[in-house]
Nanobody
Framework: QVQLVESGGGLERPGDSLRISCRAS????????MAWFRQAPGKEREFVAA????????FYGDLVKGRFTLTRDFAKDTLDLQMTDLKVEDTGVYYC???????????????WGQGTQVTVSS
């Protein structure tokens, strides 16, 4: 059984920083990709960042590149997302996911957490 639990969401002002975390348990060894997606109310789920364990590669969506940093902590079995220079458009529910390949398409991933709310407002 695979379980993904997100934490660390909250209310921030534009320009602030926030770190959210995903803790994984029961992961299938052959699934080497963990990623973050986000979704605003009434909007499609959007790719944020992904880490591929096979070659230790990290990928970022264009809208967050340069502001967000993804960290895979194997000792803690977590995937952390450090968000800086937050913008109002970063608001949404952030979901952690696990899958076979690093893609920007949410339907290609297998397991999902329940999400953590990130709100950026002045």
């Amino acid at each position: 059984q695979v379980q993904l639990v997100e934490s660390g969401g909250g209310l921030e002002r534009p320009g602030d920083s926030l770190r959210i975390s995903c803790r994984a348990s029961g992961r299938t060894p052959s699934m080497k990709v963990m990623a973050w997606f986000r979704q605003a109310p009434g909007k499609e789920r959007e790719f944020v960042a992904a880490h591929r364990e096979t070659d230790d590669r990290t990928f970022y969506g264009d809208l967050v590149k340069g502001r967000f940093t993804l960290t895979r902590d194997f000792a803690k079995d977590t995937l952390d997302l450090q968000m800086t220079d937050l913008k109002v458009e970063d608001t949404g529910v952030y979901y952690c996911t696990l899958g076979w390949q690093a893609t920007t398409t949410p339907t290609t991933y297998t397991y999902w957490g329940q999400g953590t709310q990130v709100t950026v407002s002045s």
